[in-house]
């Protein structure tokens, strides 16, 4: 049973059927959020769908690529490629040293074949097979030849194609090469988030990611201690005149960023676009979102600074009308303050006087804020998440609809600062600057990965495109009548499977024949093969 078992697992069949299950069971993962890359995402489906949710996750589909079921695949996929190469490449080796097929005793059989008559000057016969086993190794074919036997005179048997099997053995040991380096980076490989304001610096060490998440087998001794700052973003924004709605749409995002591979390392200007990563200490640095940053400064009603810096502000469609949350947890009176609105880079009103963005660009940009104070809950140690806001436990300063109106900040000295009722303190505008949202990865799997990928396609022309051909060579007496020396070269082609190249090898074959002897003459050999022989043949 074993046996059989193992039998059935190293199959190609098999090794097929796996490689698709492999490719359905990564469905899920771009399906459903991921713990790996939005455990936040995961958190939040699971709340939306508390029953689903449940059974997905005791199933593994929010760990897809880490699950049991999913290593399975992988593994028996491993196992069963490797069971599968490891015997024919043995098999091939032996037949690729075995001499050619033995020598036909009757060429018409064959798909290709013929006879060509020798002239009276032609050479000896020796001389005649020295010529033709030449004549095939110019042509790339392995090459024997063989003294008369029987009623076989004296031939060459010659083969070629044999790399089109070494070239599937290729294909399959560069899958299996592919396994492993896909294993190799997930394991040892990480990834993080982080974002980036305008005079900002990223270094790389564990503390200075907004989010990581390591391989199994990370180690983080290994973080090369590389560092990244953001010098200016800019983005380039469509500006013809159209009425496709494509007006305003950005084209082009470029960061300028100042780069040290190390400690001891000159400092470089690099940039980083889109889908052109930066490229540091082993490591890729992509460029994967960006928006405003307000520059805020926040007083308490003592007058004291609370909290000054920029603010990341979340854009939310098109013209980067951005949600801004700021929360101020620690001032000299004890009170906390917090701030939630919009950041409208190009403020216009409407006829009800609702304020939007008209444009992505920083032309009038402000501040459309409510203040809050009260607990925000951070004192209990709860992570939360820095983007939203729960105001559950906050009292209302301002809002739209109470009597003290909304905050709303601009660039103007009237605007620059607002008096926060009730004597809780200020807030200011103080300027605008943009971020970034980079993403680093590194998988050490990666180089090898493309090499494998390389060699797999490498190997998968070579079992497409090289034929796997037979070619033998006989002299014989020529009782067809014809003048000449009374000798006659033979010859005959076969391939493994389809080649419809061979009747056209079998041409130049004749061609070159005829160059290499002059005055061969074609025989017309008539067939021996009945009827029945023909149609079975065929």
Not at 3 to 11: F, G
Not at 158 to 168: D, K, T, V
Not at 173 to 197: D, E, K, N, T
Not at 519 to 535: A, F, K
């Amino acid at each position: 049973m074993v046996r059989w078992a193992w039998t059935q697992l190293t199959t190609m069949k098999t090794a097929l059927f796996l490689l698709l299950l492999l490719a359905v069971a990564a469905v899920p993962g771009s399906l459903f959020p991921q713990r790996s890359q939005s455990p936040e995402k995961v958190v939040q489906y699971l709340k939306d769908n508390p029953f689903w949710g449940n059974v997905l996750d005791k199933m593994q589909f929010f760990d897809v690529f880490t699950s049991a079921w999913f290593s399975a695949i992988y593994l028996l996929l491993f196992i069963s490629l490797v069971g599968c190469v490891m015997p024919r490449t043995k098999q091939h080796w032996q037949a690729s040293k075995r001499p050619p097929a033995r020598t036909p005793a009757r060429f018409n059989r064959l798909p290709e074949s013929g006879a060509l008559a020798l002239p009276a000057d032609a050479p000896s016969d020796e001389e005649v097979i020295k010529r033709l086993n030449k004549i095939l190794k110019t042509r790339r074919y392995r090459v024997q030849s063989r003294a008369a036997q029987g009623k076989v005179g004296a031939s060459v048997g010659a083969e070629r194609g044999y790399s089109r099997e070494w070239g599937n053995l290729l294909f399959h040991y560069s899958l299996v090469g592919v396994l492993i380096s896909v294993a190799v980076g997930g394991m040892f490989g990480y990834s993080g988030q982080r974002i980036l304001v305008e005079g900002e610096g990223f270094t790389n060490t564990l503390v200075s990611y907004d989010q990581f998440s390591p391989g199994n087998r990370f180690n983080a001794e290994t973080l090369a201690p590389f560092s990244v700052q953001l010098n200016k973003f800019s983005i380039e924004f469509n500006r013809q005149e159209r009425t496709d709605g494509k007006y305003g749409t950005p084209v082009d995002y470029t960061a300028e960023v100042t780069v040290k591979d190390g400690p001891g390392s000159e400092v470089r200007e690099d940039t980083i676009k889109v889908n052109h990563p930066l490229r540091v200490a082993g490591a890729d640095v992509y460029l994967v979102g960006n928006g405003y940053a307000p520059v805020v400064t926040v007083k308490d009603s003592k007058g004291k600074v609370a909290y000054q810096g920029p603010v990341v502000a979340v854009p939310q469609d098109g013209t980067y009308m951005s949600l801004m949350v700021l929360k101020v947890p620690d001032t000299s009176d004890g009170e906390q303050l917090a701030f939630q609105g919009f950041l409208l880079p190009t403020t216009m009103y409407n006829a009800q006087g609702v304020a939007y963005s008209a444009d992505p660009d920083a032309n009038e940009p402000t501040l459309q804020l409510n203040s809050y104070y009260g607990d925000l809950g951070l004192d209990d140690g709860t992570p939360q998440n820095v983007y939203v806001l729960d105001t559950k436990k906050l009292k209302e300063l301002n809002n739209r609809k109470l009597d003290v109106g909304g905050i709303v900040l601009g660039n103007s000295e009237k605007t620059h600062t607002y008096e926060l009722p009730d004597g809780k303190g200020t807030i200011s505008f103080d300027g605008l600057k943009r971020y970034i949202g980079i993403e680093i990865h590194r998988d050490p799997g990666k180089a090898w990965v493309g090499t494998f990928a390389v060699l797999a396609v490498l190997g998968l022309a070579i079992s497409l495109f090289v034929p796997r051909r037979r070619v033998w060579f006989k002299l014989a007496d020529n009782t067809s009548g014809t003048e000449g020396g009374g000798r006659m070269i033979e010859y005959g082609l076969l391939a493994r499977g389809e080649d419809p190249r061979l009747a056209a090898e079998a041409k130049a074959l004749r061609d070159i024949l005829k160059k290499e002897f002059p005055g061969l003459t074609q025989v017309e050999v008539t067939s021996t093969i009945t009827t029945t022989q023909r149609t079975l043949r065929d």
